[in-house]
């Protein structure tokens, strides 16, 4: 390393924080934004919900992002924003133009909402506006269902982060079912599991009749059915407030079951999967063809050093882990958080590649990222091919979900792609449309 | 309903605006914010960021911090930045959340000074009003804090007084207005704040004219010439005919000797186009109407803006908007001919209004939608793209279907 950008050998990360997440950076450093920052962000996982419809309550500036990446991705027409004032924060009076804003959004809709997400901000978080009574009384008059969400950073490093808990107001549209369909839900991510994926035929092997996901229900009345599924597969931690709470209200319970890499953390998750729906799961012959593939490829890319990201759709470390298992040599992680199961493979990284050097996206040393002379052969994620700038990157976004030894398979697939095929970086980032 | 928006995004905010003009001056500009702000100006308000070694932050406000009002660990987040990064000053910009906690800024601001010893700005901004009010704040806090007096006076100095990608889309469009004034026989003391730095504004007084080209920097410019009696011209040049004027009336007031313009004759004007509406900026909205006006015979042109407006720079017939209801009303009582805005305003007439709709992306509306559309309306280029949106939009091909 020759610069002063800040990281920790790999030998060194444990993390600092409390709860279910931990931070790779100290506490007592200024936040860095990166361009490639971001995810869905808020607004665009509300509107998951089929039919629905959001009211965006806020200061002008905060739906900024969020409404021009709805120009951009197409869900705009489905955004509509109520501007707050100083006196509004004074007076509280916003709670009382959203009624009439309500009304005004239903009379003029083109089509009839079926759903309406209401969305407050840190401002109110902090005046601790009651929503509540709003949502019933809106609820009463207007005939559709009314939830409250909330897109406020300012909660982010608490229990009720809001990345969890729109997927916990997302879910909480479902209305209990006294009907029950041997079906499971994925719960945390955005896209359906992609159908390449073994999931499909190793469930309905295994007498599932249905694998349901928001992102593939084209209205609310299908999007209910999901309360009708006998269990809930977290694959993301995203979801994990959600799918409490449908366990509590609906009576569904969850295994977690998340998306990866690594050979073995599949065929684990396979394993525990098994047990939560009481069948022997037979996914033999899916690892074979991985394996198959694994050696292929890497023939194919030969020995790359590789740059893993936090944008990606995976764990970045365990997405490190799999991808020195498959014989590529990981120079660096770009990491802001550990979670809970970030932590074995962080174990399995200390132990097998002490020379993985961990960085993260957010120390104000990375504004002199071009300093760090970073190099890789191939970057994934937005993030780690932003400060590795001479990478070839495979996006890995939010906007499809590889899942399962298959899963393996795609990425290496892309991984190959990126090099015949490479892309503009800015060009693809901006693009995707991410929003912090 | 006033503060319902149906269609429009949110523009750039305040604190933004401030980040854009303090953005090449290499300090440390920290919003206070939970990130959200933040991630606003890096993504969708500043063209600028990728690649760029620029220290814009947030301060990574937690509700725990603001309950409790504790700003120390503010503080020694930014005296921690202050060390590792040696930066020449600090400035901190207000976002929603702090205004709610009242945050004293002064306060904090003059205990990060004793402690750093840098010079510590600080912008009580806090998201509800737009870019153009921020933006105009920081134009004057460079002018009162760094400005010193000139022991020199350039005879053809100029200051060029406004400039940010959020109102010029991009750097070529500074280059090619630097390289105008160059040629007309200026030389360019400061350009604030587009490819200049601190030490450059400071020494602006030495200059004898205050090219001002967006409303941000009015207050400003008339700061300078009010401390140091360096008088100022507001306008952009874009068309032929006003380009020559505008060249003219800056050769005239520093005394440069050159061949005037010949002299203008009135366009014919273009068929069909008895009215016309410009959405946008004010100083770029006039400097619009001046070429229809001169370069093209349209001569019924109002300027509409949501931004704030200078009483000075006003016709009778413009008006300020205040919400979308107020566009499509004015859209709807003058059924314009033309109407001139950035891409986005036309979703908000389309469904009422039919005529001719030219592209004029403004990156405080669109953001990162046009930024890379390669927008050029400084000089002849500014005809070109008119003439070619308002006599093309009748074969059906419209500029703003292009630029997407």
New interface residues.
Partial sequence: MSSNAFYLPISEVGGVGSHWQRKVMPSNCLHYCPPSAGGWGIIRVGLLVPESVMLFVSPAGCGRHGAIAGIQLGFKKRLFLLYLGEVDIVTGQHMERIPQAVADILATAQRRPKALLICATCVDALLGSDYDGLTRQLEAEHKIPVRICHMDPIAMDGKTPPPLTVQEAVYSFLQPSRQKEPAVNIIGNFAPIDAESEFYDVMADAGIGAVRHIAACSSLEEFQLMSRSTHNVLIKQGGRLAVRQMQERLGIPFCFAPVAYGLETIAQTYHTLGEFLGVELCTERYREEAEEAINSYQSALGPLSVAVGSTANASPFELARALTEYGFRVRYVFADLILDFDVEHVEWLKHHTPDVEVFTNVHPTMVDFLNCGLTADLAVGFDAGYFCSGAKTVPLTLDSQPYGYRGVISLLREMLNAFEHPSNHREQMYASGMVI | ?K????VL????????GVCSVLFELGG?V?IHD???????F????EPR????????????????D??LGDDK?LL???E??AH??GRSFVAIIG???P???GTDYEALAHILSQRTGLPVLTFDT?????YDRGASLAFMELARRFVKPASISIETGVNIIGATPLDLGNRQQVEKLISLLSSAGCRIVSCWTMGSTLDDIAQSAQARLNIVISRTGLEAARYLESEYKIPYVAGIPIGSAPTRSFIDAIRLWLGINGKPAAPHNASEPVAGVHNALIIGEQVTSNAVRDCLRLDMGITNVTVASFFGVDQALLKEIDRYLDGEDDLTALVKEHQYDVIIGDP?YRDLVAPFWEGCYVAFPHVAL????YWNSGFDCIGEAGLALLREGILSESSGISVAERVK
């Fill in positions: 309903m503060g319902l928006y149906k995004p949110p523009f750039t905010p305040d604190y933004s440390i920290v939970a990130c959200g702000c933040t991630g606003n890096t993504g969708y308000d960021w990728y690649g760029s070694s620029s220290a814009v932050f947030s301060s990574e406000l937690r509700e725990v603001a309950v660990k020694g987040r930014l921690n930045a590792i990064l976002s929603p959340a205004m709610v906690i806090n998201g509800m009003h737009y986005l669109s953001g990162r939608l």
